[in-house]
């Protein structure tokens, strides 16, 4: 595994200026180290405490600090960086490189291991490759065979550490897959329980995950054993080094052909060649779950993700936009769709089940890339290159199954527009009938499917009073309503859909009459256009 992906500085920008940082600080360390080591020994050999040698302490100290808020600073955006470039990638390829379970591992666990490479690893290789450079070429000023013999023997350290360091890259490789079978399998489970209840399975399953489990922790046992050996073998190499040039100083000190004073320069300085060598091989080892975490993570990547191009800025609307649909398969196997949204009017797209009505939001909406046809919005095909950011901040989005998270129904409400006034979100709310003190559970526990539908319609509310929306997309928004709760959010519809183009996607007939217009989406997409008169009521 090479000591620095370059990867990370494609997909993470915040990698840059923290390598640059560590360049800067590593040569002030370089640099305190040769001045403390010949402070030091001068303080010895004259029975003084220089006060530039307190300065010099201070000044190390100083350079940690600087680099462990560097360092934090550092990883934290990168992470931040990476965990955006996966969402990016899974809301345009519609779906996740693999299983949720092993996703939720790679952005959680698998990219927060990446703290002691940022923190740890990476400086001392910068401390690596700078400071026993400066080491050799003081030595060389003072005292030139004691440099020979550093030059010579500095190179033992990275030869063993790249030894050591390639085969542990392919345990803690194999580690992280076992970590990723196992949240991935976990995770499944965990999510298909019941069923696994239902048919007899559940125990079945049980035992697999303890074999999986069983499997990583030997992973895991195997990659320590091989970090605490390598350690071993690296002080071994480095202290064998020193006692070398310790020998050639003591005995040409005690033959009169070597100053006091110089021989307690070499003998303290030497060692601070070896040191940051030694110090990248053991954190190299602590870094190597985030670097094959990160490596998943760039597999998982389309090409450019993290790099691509600004898109071109999505125009202000000055109205509602008028939609045409041409040909749209959203997914293989899925009929396809010739639609046009008029501008300012509300059509109601009916279909049977499994059609991908759902599928057809996702695609106005960005999330999904379309198998085959194409989306214009006044005119503009949507696509690639589209500022989807810009477009969605004039569209209010219903989902058919809007994910609710743990707290109170007005802070879920309240994630349609990051900021909003508590007031307005009160009389969204209001406006569907939903309960903003109430406390919900994991993904919505504690509410109905009904429910669940006016704490997303709310969220429309909310976006349609405080946001220039222009475009609406309703998918079942009275799904798991009676009839009479429906009539009355019909009227709530209404009001929305004044002055904006509005999709609304429902299988209930009597939703789709208070519409301008229906499109029935048959099997063969043979689309059968019923026009109406009067307002979206």
Not at 58 to 65: D, N, S, T, Y
Not at 359 to 382: F, I, K, T, W, Y
Request: glycine share 8%; charged share 15%; aromatic share 6%.
């Amino acid at each position: 595994m090479r000591p620095f992906d370059p990867r990370l500085a494609r997909y993470a920008r915040a990698t840059v200026p923290y390598l640059l940082v560590c360049v800067v600080l590593g040569a002030a360390a370089a640099a305190l180290v040769i001045a403390q080591s010949w402070l030091l020994a001068h303080a010895i050999a004259a029975f003084t405490v220089p006060a530039a040698l307190l300065a010099v302490f201070a000044g190390r100290a100083v350079l940690a600090w600087l680099q462990e808020v560097a360092a934090h600073r550092a990883s934290a955006g990168v992470k931040a960086q990476l965990r955006a470039a996966v969402l990016r990638a899974v809301t345009r390829e519609g779906s996740a490189p693999g299983p949720s379970g092993a996703l939720a591992a790679l952005v959680t666990r698998g990219v927060d291991a990446l703290d002691p490479y940022f923190s740890r690893y990476l400086p001392q290789l910068v401390l690596a490759l700078v400071v026993p450079v400066a080491v050799v070429a003081a030595l060389f000023t003072l005292d030139p065979a004691s440099a020979v013999i550093v030059a010579v023997t500095l190179p033992l350290i990275p030869m063993f550490g790249f030894l050591i360091g390639t085969y542990t890259a392919a345990r803690t490789r194999r580690q992280w897959r076992t970590l990723s079978l196992l949240a991935g399998h976990f995770g499944d489970v965990v999510a298909g329980l019941a069923t696994l209840k239902v048919f007899g399975r559940a125990r079945a399953q049980l035992r697999e995950i303890e074999r999986v489990s069983e499997e990583h922790r030997k992973a895991t046992m195997s990659s320590l054993r091989i970090a605490f050996s390598s350690a071993l073998v690296l002080e071994l190499a480095a202290t064998l080094s020193v006692a070398v040039v310790a020998v050639s100083i003591g005995l040409r000190l005690v033959h009169g052909g070597l100053p006091f004073e110089t021989a307690l320069f070499v003998l303290i300085l030497a060692p601070e060649a070896y040191l940051p060598l030694r110090q990248v091989g053991t954190h190299f080892h602590a870094a190597q779950e985030g670097l094959a975490a990160a490596e998943e993570i760039f597999a998982a990547l389309p090409d450019g993700a993290g790099g691509q191009a600004a898109p071109v800025p999505f125009p202000v609307q000055d109205g509602p936009p008028r939609v045409a649909v041409e040909g749209l398969v959203a997914r293989p196997g899925l009929p396809p769709l010739d639609l046009v949204l008029e501008a300012g009017t509300g059509t109601a797209l009916m279909a049977p089940s499994g059609t991908g009505k759902s599928s057809v939001a996702a695609v106005l909406l960005g999330l999904l890339v379309p198998h085959a046809g194409r989306v214009r919005l006044d005119g503009v095909e949507l696509g690639e290159g589209t500022d989807w950011e810009g477009l969605r901040r004039t569209v209010a989005w219903m989902p058919q199954r809007p994910y609710l998270f743990p707290g109170t129904v007005a802070e879920n409400i309240a994630l349609a527009v990051p900021g909003a006034p508590a007031d307005a979100v009160r009389a969204a709310a209001l406006a569907t009938g939903a309960d903003p003190d109430k406390v919900l559970g994991e993904n919505g526990h504690g509410l109905s499917a009904g429910q669940r539908q006016r704490v997303a319609l709310a969220r429309v509310h909310l976006r349609c009073a405080l946001l220039p929306i222009t475009l609406l997309l309703l998918d079942e928004p009275t799904a798991h309503l009676d009839t009479g709760t429906e009539l009355d959010l019909a009227h709530g519809i209404e009001r929305l859909a004044e002055g904006r183009t509005a999709m609304l996607i429902t299988h209930r007939r009597g939703l789709a009459d208070h519409a301008d217009r229906t499109v029935v989406w048959d099997a063969a997409a043979q689309a059968n256009e019923n026009t109406k008169t009067g307002a979206f009521l």
